[in-house]
């Protein structure tokens, strides 16, 4: 059994148009709520193996207000991750090694929203299943329990375990 986590990039400043979309930094609204995340990943355990992360600045700062770890994870900065739909972010998934538990990715919308979809099977409790059915805000965490091979990984392959929001969060930033 394998752990699926998707994090959608915390919110990016768009105040200056002269910055490349790729070069965006966290705005402090972001900062927040990346922080509020990293309590949610200590207070429920979650402590990924691997992270797969695009190279975009803001993926990289949300990762950053994540740590530190109580184990360090491997990670990966990729650029095809980088606006990734949901097929080249599967196409990364089934290359990860069968050994590695857990999985963190953090992406951009609409690909991790899309992703998210994909891969739900009918068995996500109704509350969570609800919430991503309206969307994948940023910051947003998809959690799944992934039953099979990551080389196998496809739709309705894995169960959707809980989704949260920073909205949903007792402090919400």
């Given at each position: 059994?394998?752990q699926?986590?998707?994090?959608?990039?915390?919110?990016?400043?768009?105040?200056?148009p002269?910055?490349?979309?790729?070069?965006?930094?966290?705005?402090?609204?972001?900062?927040?709520?990346?922080?509020?995340?990293?309590?949610?990943?200590?207070?429920?355990?979650?402590?990924?193996?691997?992270?797969?992360?695009?190279?975009?600045?803001?993926?990289?700062?949300?990762?950053?207000?994540?740590?530190?770890?109580?184990?360090?994870?491997?990670?990966?900065?990729?650029?095809?991750?980088?606006?990734?739909?949901?097929?080249?972010?599967?196409?990364?998934?089934?290359?990860?090694?069968?050994?590695?538990?857990?999985?963190?990715?953090?992406?951009?919308?609409?690909?991790?929203?899309?992703?998210?979809?994909?891969?739900?099977?009918?068995?996500?409790?109704?509350?969570?299943?609800?919430?991503?059915?309206?969307g994948?805000?940023?910051?947003?965490?998809?959690?799944?329990?992934?039953?099979?091979?990551?080389?196998?990984?496809?739709?309705?392959?894995?169960?959707?375990?809980?989704?949260?929001?920073?909205?949903?969060?007792?402090?919400?930033?």
């Open positions: 059994m394998h699926l986590l998707l994090l959608r990039h915390a919110k990016s400043a768009q105040d200056d002269t910055l490349p979309d790729h070069a965006r930094p966290l705005n402090a609204r972001g900062r927040d709520a990346a922080a509020a995340m990293r309590m949610v990943f200590r207070s429920l355990g979650l402590a990924p193996d691997v992270v797969l992360v695009s190279s975009a600045l803001r993926t990289r700062q949300t990762l950053a207000a994540l740590e530190p770890w109580d184990d360090t994870p491997i990670v990966e900065p990729l650029d095809q991750l980088y606006l990734a739909p949901a097929e080249r972010m599967l196409t990364v998934l089934r290359q990860v090694a069968e050994t590695v538990r857990s999985v963190l990715v953090i992406g951009h919308n609409p690909g991790m929203h899309d992703l998210a979809l994909l891969l739900k099977n009918g068995h996500a409790p109704g509350a969570h299943a609800h919430a991503l059915a309206d994948f805000p940023t910051a947003a965490l998809a959690e799944f329990s992934v039953p099979g091979p990551w080389a196998e990984l496809g739709p309705g392959q894995a169960r959707l375990m809980r989704f949260l929001r920073p909205r949903d969060l007792p402090l919400h930033p």
